[in-house]
């Protein structure tokens, strides 16, 4: 029993350590490789892969989601006489909360996997021992441009979840219920600070960055065979995932609590 | 395909040792796979390795360009000691040797073009026609023509194994290391794969390791063999000494035929 726990504690920490590394080997090529076209070339199949193949699930998710807070709220909204304010309900929500998690899980679920099946891959049939023996880092030449891709779409694909799900509520509040188009979109621009904004976009950012770094990291010291691929992509989305909800909760308390530091309380009725 | 292949005879080199392991001991968890090993690869000269599945043969091949680090011991190229080198050091090495992997290891989402051109794009500064030229030179060394845009899923076994030995010349390195290089090959194509490794070192003089099981293949290619069993070298001599060896465990291995102490048990089991 003790020697399980044991192994198990010196395991898990092995395993940080070992991502800890990864990581910082990937952030000392990564400075230089941000001035070299080389990565940028390399990284271009990889934003259509991350950008365009994922942005259709991201825009009917946002919908959707948009469809369901605005059904959803607007009973209550009316009885407690603030239905026109039901576009700051959604896009609030939307902005700083469920739009990142969202375009996060999608890009874990749509790309993360495929990055680690792909580096899995390589791995197995040596393709990355080749690199190495080649001369050429394969940190800098296969997860540098991952990372890149993840960091810099998922804030992207944030928008169009944010956008699809706003308009998605106004469509509900005029087409299907008794609120007028106007003071859905004013109650939002009075409502939506530049500061919420910004607290989505450093979201999407970090989860962006995560979920590049962790499906490079399970590709990359995937165990053989094809069980091994296949247990390193659905640790790589299940670890993504647990990742993004538990960042999105300290980075959520985290800006709450700096936001009251600077600007005090505000109210949104 | 290659004709009138070159004989061993024909390399001249100095036979000055290029690579040396010295006292090279390897484990994982509690299996020990290299305990102690020496051995000195000479200038110009194929060496096979030869040994059981799991004995260590490519374990040790990994350790010549550092994809692995000894636990103890030490690894020398020419004079320099590489086994406590940095990542970063050992890029400047790492291109004087060339390595045919046993799955070929063509990049899937590259061109052959592109694949054996990566090494020279890498570390050099020439320009793309320089390049492609040295890509078709190569390619035309392993005698392959006309099939520099296809892609590896394109291709076939010994086709694949051709290009990666064209890639894996392509910087001129002074040793090519080639792991299982007939492996999953029909008799003709692993022939031709012989051919090639003579071919390499009558034309460039390079130093060859070569890790097999297949004897006929080892025969054919090696100045010298050495086999690995449990972690030792048990046999370090040349193909025509290797038939004489009186080893048991040698003897089996070059016959074909499996232990006598494990066809005891099979003849029990089956009586039983």
């Not at chain 1, 690199?131 to 891709?149: K, N």
Request: aromatic share 10%; with cysteine; proline share 4%.
């Amino acid at each position: 029993m003790l020697t399980t726990i044991g192994a198990s504690t010196i395991g898990t920490f092995t395993a940080f350590g070992q991502f800890g590394v990864f990581t910082w080997h990937m952030i000392r090529w990564l400075v230089p490789g941000l001035l070299n076209p080389r990565t940028w070339r390399r990284a271009m199949p990889l934003f259509y892969e991350v950008g365009n193949r994922t942005l259709p699930v991201i825009m009917v998710t946002g919908t959707f989601v948009g469809l369901v807070l605005a059904v959803q709220s607007y009973d209550q909204l009316k009885a407690a006489g603030f239905k026109e304010r039901m576009g700051v309900l959604v896009s609030l929500t939307l902005v700083q909360e469920l739009g990142p998690v969202l375009a996060g899980v999608m890009v874990a679920g749509r790309v993360g996997g495929a990055l680690t099946a792909e580096l899995g891959t390589m791995r197995v049939s040596d393709q990355i021992s080749a690199l190495t023996v080649m001369g050429a880092d394969p940190i800098r030449q296969l997860v540098v441009p991952r990372f890149l891709a993840c960091i810099l779409l998922t804030p992207l694909l944030t928008f169009f979840c944010d956008l699809c799900g706003s308009v998605a509520g106004w469509a509900v509040a005029v087409l299907a219920k008794d609120i007028p188009s106007e003071p859905y979109w004013y109650y939002i621009n009075y409502a939506i600070a530049k500061w919420d904004v910004m607290v989505g976009f450093i979201k999407s950012i970090i989860f962006g960055g995560m979920i590049g770094l962790i499906a490079s990291y399970k590709g990359f010291f995937c165990r053989t065979g094809a069980a091994g691929v296949g247990q390193a992509c659905t640790e790589s989305f299940v670890t993504s995932f647990v990742s993004i909800l538990v960042a999105d909760f300290f980075i959520g308390y985290f800006m709450s609590g700096l936001y009251r530091g600077i600007y005090g309380f505000k109210s949104l009725v | 395909m290659v004709t009138q292949p070159p004989t061993r005879q024909a390399n001249n080199g100095s036979h000055e040792p290029v690579v040396r392991l010295v006292n090279l001991h390897k484990r994982f968890g509690d299996l020990v796979v290299l305990n102690g090993v020496d051995l000195e690869l000479l200038q110009g000269r194929t060496t096979v390795i030869i040994g059981e599945s799991g004995s260590g043969k490519s374990v040790l091949l990994n350790h010549i360009v550092r994809l692995l680090k000894p636990d103890k011991g030490e690894v020398y190229f020419h004079d320099q000691r590489i086994d406590n080198l940095s990542e970063r050091e050992l890029t400047e090495i790492r291109p004087r040797f060339g390595f045919l992997f046993q799955l070929s290891a063509l990049f899937d989402s590259l061109t052959v073009r592109q694949n054996v051109g990566f090494p020279i794009a890498e570390h050099t500064k020439k320009k793309r026609k320089e390049v492609d030229e040295i890509v078709r030179s190569k390619l035309s060394m392993v005698g392959l023509n006309g099939i520099e845009g296809k892609y590896p899923a394109q291709l076939s076994g010994g086709q694949k194994k051709r290009v990666a030995l064209a890639r894996a010349i392509a910087l001129d390195p002074e040793v090519v290391l080639y792991d299982e290089p007939t492996t999953g090959l029909d008799p003709p194509r692993a022939d031709e794969i012989n051919e090639l490794i003579l071919k390499l070192e009558h034309e460039l003089g390079v130093t060859s390791v070569v890790v097999t099981h297949d004897m006929a293949s080892a025969k054919k290619i090696a100045d010298r063999i050495v086999m690995l069993y449990q972690g030792d070298f048990i046999f370090d001599g040349t193909p025509e000494s290797i038939a004489q060896c009186a080893d048991p465990r040698v003897h089996c291995f070059v016959e074909g035929k499996c232990h006598a102490d494990v066809l005891q048990s099979l003849q029990k089991k089956g009586s039983s």
